[in-house]
C-alpha cells in the first residue's frame, strides 16, 4: 500500500510540474494552468500528509491566489497544528488581506497555543509588512 502511496504522489507532482506554464517576471510566482491548480486543490485535500505539505508549501512559495479558498476551507478543518501553521503560512505569501482576516478570526477559536501564538505573529508581520508598504506610497 505505501508504493501505491508513492507512486500516487510521485505521478500528481509529476503532473504538477508538467502542467505549470511559463515564468513571470517575478522569481516566486507562476502562472498555473487549470490542471495544475486541480492538482493543487487535489494535493491539499489529499489524505496523504506528505503530499498535503508539499502541495500546501507549493500554493504558497508561488503565490497561487487561485488556491486560497481551498486553502482557507482546509485550515477550517485540520485537526494537525503543524499543516494548520504551514496553511497560515502559505496564506501569509499568497498576500490577501481576506485570508489574513480569515487566519485572525480563527486566532479567537484556535485551543492549541502553539497555533495560537503562529496564528498571531503571522498576522502581525502581514500588518506590519502592509504598514510599510502604505507608508511608502
Known amino acids: 500500500m505505501k508504493h501505491i502511496n508513492k507512486i500516487f504522489t510521485v505521478a ?3 503532473l504538477l510540474l508538467i502542467s505549470i506554464s511559463a ?3 517575478s522569481v516566486e510566482k507562476l502562472n498555473f494552468n487549470e490542471r495544475a491548480i486541480g492538482n493543487l486543490k487535489m ?3 489529499s489524505d ?3 503530499l498535503k505539505k508539499s502541495s500546501i508549501y507549493f500554493a504558497g512559495k508561488y503565490q497561487v491566489e487561485e488556491i486560497k479558498e481551498v486553502l482557507e476551507n482546509q485550515l477550517k478543518i485540520e485537526d494537525d ?3 494548520k501553521i504551514l496553511i ?3 496564506l501569509f505569501k499568497i498576500g490577501d488581506a481576506k485570508s489574513m482576516d480569515f487566519v485572525e478570526n ?4 484556535e485551543t ?3 497555533v495560537k501564538n503562529m496564528f498571531t505573529a503571522i498576522i502581525e508581520e502581514f500588518e506590519a509588512s502592509n504598514s510599510q508598504v502604505a507608508d511608502l506610497k
Open 48 to 50: 496523504n500528509p506528505g
Open 23 to 25: 515564468q513571470t517576471n
Open 88 to 90: 497560515a503560512l502559505s
Open 12 to 14: 500528481v507532482f509529476a
Open 106 to 109: 480563527l486566532t479567537f477559536s
Open 43 to 45: 494535493g491539499i485535500t
Open 81 to 83: 497544528p503543524n499543516i
Open 112 to 114: 492549541n497555543p502553539k
